[in-house]
């Protein structure tokens, strides 16, 4: 009898040792795709490791807020209208006023990471000359 139940317990560790390991390759896999999609590279690294902070990735967050490209105003306006519109007060939905501000806060981030590179860019154009 304790034979069989040792077997048994040895069969379950090496089945959840088993699926353990795939879990891991699946997701070393899905991070090295997500690294390639946002651009390969450190500067997909970069991107990647923001779109998983941020739980949100900039093309995600240009479709909720309906814009195509990075656009200050742009972005304050349609967050401005659609966070209104699903206000709570109003009927609208909760839900889907914080994907709304996780969006702006997304498109933000990327505004700002886009305003740092160009500020080095200027200073090592004005260093050179």
Avoid at 2 to 11: F, G, I, P, S
Avoid at 102 to 118: F, G, I, N
């Amino acid at each position: 009898m304790a034979k069989y139940l040792v077997q048994a317990v040895v069969l379950g560790v090496q089945v959840v040792g088993r699926a353990f390991s795939k879990a891991l390759r699946q997701e070393f896999q899905n991070a090295q795709r997500a690294q390639q999609a946002a651009g390969g590279g450190r500067q997909g690294a970069k991107r990647a490791a923001s779109d998983s902070m941020m739980g949100i990735s900039v093309q995600e967050a240009k479709q909720i807020l309906n814009v195509d490209k990075l656009d200050k105003e742009l972005v304050e306006k349609n967050y401005a209208h659609l966070f209104d519109v699903n206000d709570k007060k109003k009927g609208g939905s909760f839900y889907l006023q914080s994907k709304v501000y996780r969006a702006k806060e997304r498109l933000d981030e990327e505004l700002r990471q886009e305003e740092v590179k160009s500020t080095e860019k200027k200073q090592k154009e004005d260093s050179e000359s």
